[in-house]
């Protein structure tokens, strides 16, 4: 088996192309994937409920009535709201994968906007088991408040720059139907010089309406800032958002997970299903299982090779990706483990493939014609697609390596447990390395 | 058309029991319904070369894939096992990135030989590729390659070589060079088993021609005997070959 490796090394080192693209073209579809996921999906499923009663969904400001409802506006065209009924409802849509989120406004929301003593909550709750819709729903939200934010702040700042105005320089202002005359420091402190001028000079009371007059000014001038003040500060809105499952892997840990996750697919099933087709291709196969090696011992051979060849692979990426991304190679036996898992069931499956080809080129195609639609099914998030497809979409994913694979990945990098998802690897593994020697059987034919 | 001829025409006594190198006893081979070989015997004496001929479809691959150990009989037996005869299948077995040498190096180690380095300037001179020995084998013509083909079949030095068309696809100059190579061996002792769809082939190099057609033993004997058989039995007049051909029509095939 030693000279069958080396036989496989020396080959490969005389095919300098197709080494590169065995490299480059996993690395490019992986940079490509990237990008696609960090735009995330163009309107995801939000369930939202507003428990705020109808009656009270305006608030005064300044004698103006403003609809808080139609703040949501700009949210619901940036996002496909899925109405429930209550807040339950809706956290038991996200917890089954229903909708990517849910956004609930309590009913004390405008209760607060009005009174202006604390900020209004609103509660958004998102699936993290995949840490791009989390990083989608959140960001999405987060940006839609912000809007709303800041459409109430300037109106909240108008109204107040309105009564600042009204202190300062005076004039009518109307509450409750009855109308009001406000005199402002501006006309008191003209009132208070003219009735100066009428004291006798030494008298203790020019002083005393001196300083007066001074606050009255400096309380005036002072006053004429606060519009830049008031529009830099205010929160109307705050938004208190909790993670129901899954952990917390940052997006761009993520994505290094994907991207390694597509090369070790790749690499490792192009290389497996390549050199085993080569054999036959070649014509060498039934001279080698006539007696120099066993069929199962072909298989190990090969899949070893693979498994190596694409272990290294992946570990330079992360190494490289390490510069960028920030990695705990704490981990890095963990990393080891999920990879070499995750590089066996690929190579095994490579290797069920090859037995349907006759020659390295059919073997490659056939690879990735069924790896790729399997790694976008397995990338579907919960609630891009109704309930039933995505069940059977998580059926499929459990049946080929890509999955767990990524899952095992992710795990290793961030915070998790990767014991469950090699076991499932290494079913894999057993159950594609069967079909790869079963189907072998079948070449003496 | 008239049914198959089960009758063997034995022209000549094959080698004694104690001469005999390889000997195969009543093969028999299905795929599904149909039947590859029926009850097929052969025997091969040491340095004898036996030519296997037929038309296409007649069982010859399928018969020397059983003396191989490739393929298992449904019934009948074998005198020995896959790892005492050598094997040159119809299409070179051969890595096409590997030089010569390389090619031969490997499957002497994996054949265990005592010697590999021995074992590979041995098989350079056989052949006569010497001075093509770190040239890829890819970048070889046709004739060569089959000569490296041959090689790696003799690497384990068995007293056996089966080969499967050793000269289809070739040229006449290639062909010439491999059957010069082929007939060396047998002048060494070798016993040599060929398939061949061509007559001419069987009818000059071989010392015993075995007819197969449709999976049945129809001829066993010297080429000469099978040129009388046929020139007796068949109607048509004209080449060997046509000869042959009216000779395997009225056996029903």
Not at chain 1, 89 to 108: N, Q, T
Not at chain 1, 178 to 207: K, M, N
């Amino acid at each position: 088996m030693r000279w069958l490796l080396l036989k496989d090394l020396r080959i490969l080192r005389r095919s300098p192309l197709l080494v590169a693209l065995l490299v480059l073209y996993p690395v490019i579809i992986a940079t490509l994937i990237g990008f696609a996921l960090s735009r995330g999906p163009d309107k995801p499923q939000v369930a939202f409920v507003n428990e705020v009663p109808e009656s009270a969904n305006a608030i005064e400001l300044g004698g103006e009535r403003i609809d808080v409802t139609r703040q949501a506006g700009p949210l619901f065209r940036a996002i496909d709201p899925v109405r429930v009924k209550s807040r339950e409802e809706a956290i038991a849509k996200v917890r089954s994968g229903d909708v990517l989120g849910a956004l609930v406004i309590p009913e004390d929301t405008t209760q607060k906007l009005q009174t202006g003593l604390e900020p209004a909550t609103i509660e958004v709750f998102y699936n993290a088991e995949d840490p791009v819709k989390a990083s989608y729903v959140r960001d999405t939200i987060k940006s839609q408040v912000a809007d709303a934010n800041r459409a109430l702040t300037a109106k909240l700042s108008e109204v107040a720059l309105g009564f600042l105005d009204l202190i300062s320089t005076g004039g009518q202002y109307s509450f409750l139907g009855r109308d009001f005359d406000v005199l402002g420091l501006e006309r008191s402190e003209q009132i208070l010089t003219e009735a100066q001028a009428d004291l006798p000079r030494g008298s203790p009371a020019r002083e005393q309406i001196d300083q007066v007059i001074s606050f009255a000014r400096l309380a005036r001038e002072n006053l004429g800032l606060s519009d830049d003040v008031l529009s830099s500060v205010g929160t109307p809105i705050r938004v208190d958002q909790t993670a129901l499952d899954g952990g917390a892997t940052p997006l761009s840990s993520f994505a290094v997970s994907i991207a390694v996750t597509v090369s070790l697919m790749f690499i490792t099933l192009l290389l497996a299903a390549g050199v085993l087709a080569l054999e036959r291709e070649e014509n060498a196969f039934m001279r080698l299982v006539r007696g120099l090696v066993s069929r199962t011992g072909l298989l190990v051979e090969k899949a070893g090779l693979a498994a190596v060849c694409s272990l290294a692979v992946c570990l330079a990426m992360l190494a490289g990706l390490s510069l960028f991304v920030e990695l705990d190679w704490g981990r890095f036996p963990l990393w080891l483990a999920a990879l070499a898992a995750g590089a066996l069931a690929f190579a095994a499956m490579g290797l069920a493939i090859a037995t349907l080809a006759r020659e390295v080129r059919a073997a490659s195609l056939l690879c990735v014609m069924l790896s790729l639609p399997l790694a976008f099914l397995a990338l579907v998030p919960s609630g891009a697609v109704a309930p039933g497809l995505f069940d059977a979409i998580r059926v499929v994913s459990a049946l080929f390596p890509f999955k767990p694979a990524l899952e095992a990945l992710d795990a290793a990098l961030n915070d998790g447990s990767i014991a469950i998802h090699l076991l499932h690897l290494l079913a894999l593994f057993l159950a594609f390395g069967a079909a790869a020697r079963l189907s072998l059987r079948r070449f003496a034919g | 058309m008239p049914e198959p001829s089960t009758s063997v025409t034995r022209a000549r006594g094959a080698p004694g029991a104690g001469t005999a190198v390889l000997e195969a006893r009543d093969l028999v081979k299905r795929y599904g319904d149909r039947e590859a070989l029926r009850g097929v015997s052969l025997q091969a004496g040491r340095g004898e070369l036996v030519a296997v001929i037929g038309p296409n479809g007649a069982g010859k691959t399928t018969l020397l894939s059983i003396l191989a150990g490739i393929q298992r009989p449904d019934s009948g037996s074998v005198s020995r096992g896959p790892a005492e005869v050598g094997w040159v299948p119809q299409q070179a077995a051969v890595y096409g990135k590997l030089t010569v040498a390389e090619n031969l190096r490997l499957f002497a180690r994996l054949e265990r030989v005592d010697d590999p380095e021995q074992t590979v300037t041995r098989m350079l001179e056989l052949t006569g590729l010497g001075d093509r020995a770190d040239d890829q084998v890819g970048r070889l013509s046709g004739g060569n390659r089959q000569r490296v083909n041959i090689a790696i079949g003799l690497l384990g030095g068995q007293p056996v070589l089966l080969l499967d068309e050793p000269s289809a696809a070739l040229d006449p100059r290639q062909r010439e060079r491999v059957w010069e190579f082929v007939l060396s061996l047998a002048a060494g002792g070798t016993a040599v088993v060929y398939s061949t769809h061509n007559i001419q082939e069987a009818e000059r190099h071989a010392q015993r021609v075995i007819v197969l057609a449709d999976g049945e033993l129809l001829f066993e004997g010297s080429p000469r005997e099978l040129e009388d058989a046929v020139e007796r039995e068949a109607s048509a007049r004209g080449d060997f070959e046509e000869s042959f051909v009216s000779y395997l029509r009225q056996r029903g095939h």
